[in-house]
């Protein structure tokens, strides 16, 4: 069975330009989470989503942060315009159904290591 | 003051040797307590999770949950080269929203 899968593993990008990370959960994952490491700092939520709905943003850090998941399937975050500060490790995770014993694993994808000159 | 206190180390152990991370806390809300070991470039995995206090074993890991003193430990007996990693504590509240609240992570190194 194939894991959390992220792209790109790596995207440098100047100050003000967009990018836009993938995230590609593990099939049947209801939940789907992002999180963000800045070096130096802990790994800090972003976002969480039960299908395509949006559980909880609570994280997103700003307005230039635009994360949607088409069909309840993969997810997408958009950092527009992306700034010195965005730089950091971008990771998605999935779990399942929360109803469901294994429901409070959270499986991780590689992350995606987001460079802003 | 950080939700969750973790000493980032590293920490440089002989193979075999016992090896103690621990992780404090401030709010009394966590019920689950997880740990997570990441290899370099890869994303964290979960090693073992507790639900409130007690301990908890696998194979050659403990995990230990202390509420009262809001203090808890993974313990890795015999240690190993391949157990080589930053090891994070998380951490989240009872209910629907999983969201976690990490430690910084303890780098560690087993030396063969």
């Known amino acids: 069975e194939a894991g959390v899968t992220q792209f790109p593993s790596h995207s440098v990008i100047e100050k003000g330009q967009t990018v836009t990370l993938r995230c590609d959960p593990i099939?049947?994952?209801?939940?789907l989470y992002w999180y963000r490491r800045v070096m130096g700092k802990e790994i800090k939520f972003l976002l969480h989503?039960?299908?395509?709905?949006?559980?909880?943003e609570s994280g997103m850090p700003n307005n230039r942060f635009l994360a949607e998941r088409t069909g309840g399937t993969y997810s997408t975050l958009k950092v527009q315009p992306a700034e010195l500060e965005d730089s950091g490790v971008y990771f998605c995770?999935?779990?399942?159904?929360?109803?469901?014993?294994?429901?409070?694993?959270?499986?991780f994808g590689p992350g995606t290591r987001l460079t802003v000159l | 003051q950080k939700e969750v206190e973790q000493d980032p180390g590293p920490l440089s152990v002989p193979e075999g040797a016992i090896v103690s991370l621990n992780c404090t806390y401030s709010?009394?809300?966590?019920?689950?307590f997880m740990w997570y070991r990441q290899y370099s470039r890869k994303g964290p995995e979960l090693l073992m999770y507790?639900?409130s206090s007690g301990n908890k074993e696998d194979g050659r890991f403990t995990a230990q949950v202390d509420k009262s003193s809001k203090y808890i430990s993974l313990f890795i007996r015999d240690s190993q080269p391949s157990d080589s990693a930053t090891y994070l504590c998380?951490?989240?509240?009872?209910?629907?929203?999983?969201?976690?609240?990490w430690g910084l992570g303890t780098s560690l190194a087993v030396n063969p």
């Open positions: 989503f039960v299908k395509e709905s949006k559980q909880d």
């Open positions: 507790t639900y």
């Open positions: 995770a999935s779990s399942q159904d929360r109803r469901t014993s294994g429901g409070r694993e959270q499986f």
């Open positions: 099939s049947g994952h209801d939940n």
């Open positions: 998380a951490m989240d509240y009872a209910g629907n929203n999983r969201k976690l609240i």
């Open positions: 709010n009394s809300a966590f019920q689950y």
